[in-house]
């Protein structure tokens, strides 16, 4: 661990200089505030869907593993008939790009655009794809980084209440 040993401008000595490097949402607190655009053009706050489970996915349009699992959550939101919503928050890709993968795989779940990767910091994403499971009042349930299977997302989707898929 890398502590400052000397006043150093906003560092305290003795302050481990790292210790922001890995903050995120954590599992048990509640899931922080956002607004994004939607491919319709329409701003979307996360906290939109309090009420429901939501599944919030980071993903790319060039990441392989993210593109295995985009069907699985289409086969989710159609098996749920709105139980629970799916939230893709892309980052950095352009909006065709996003808009022709999405409409070519036919992709009915909310898709959001990160454009400025601003959300993917506050959540400090650093790989692709990372999936949130939060629950009903808003609360983070469990966090993967990689690519969900069917087993994972369904032991996931247990501790949400959701054992109907």
């Known amino acids: 661990m890398v502590f400052a040993t000397k006043p150093v401008s906003g ?43 939501v599944i919030l996915n980071f993903w790319t349009v060039d990441c392989a593993p993210c593109k295995l699992e985009m069907p699985l959550f289409q086969k989710l939101v159609e098996a749920t008939k709105g139980e629970i919503e799916v939230v893709a928050v892309n980052m950095g890709d352009s909006r065709k790009d996003v808009e022709e993968y999405v409409n070519a795989n036919g992709f009915t779940f909310t898709i959001l655009l990160d454009e400025d990767g601003r959300v993917s910091d506050l959540f400090n994403v650093m790989a692709f794809p990372v999936t949130y499971i939060i629950d009903q009042d808003g609360i983070i349930q469990n966090h993967h980084t990689g690519q969900l299977t ?3 997302l369904k032991t996931y989707l247990n501790t949400i209440g959701i054992n109907s898929w």
């Open 150 to 152: 069917d087993d994972s």
């Open 11 to 53: 560092i305290t000595p003795g302050e481990n200089i790292f210790a922001n490097l890995s903050s995120k949402p954590k599992i048990g607190s509640l899931i922080p505030d956002f607004s994004l655009t939607d491919l319709q053009g329409n701003e979307m706050r996360i906290s939109h869907f309090r009420g429901k489970p």
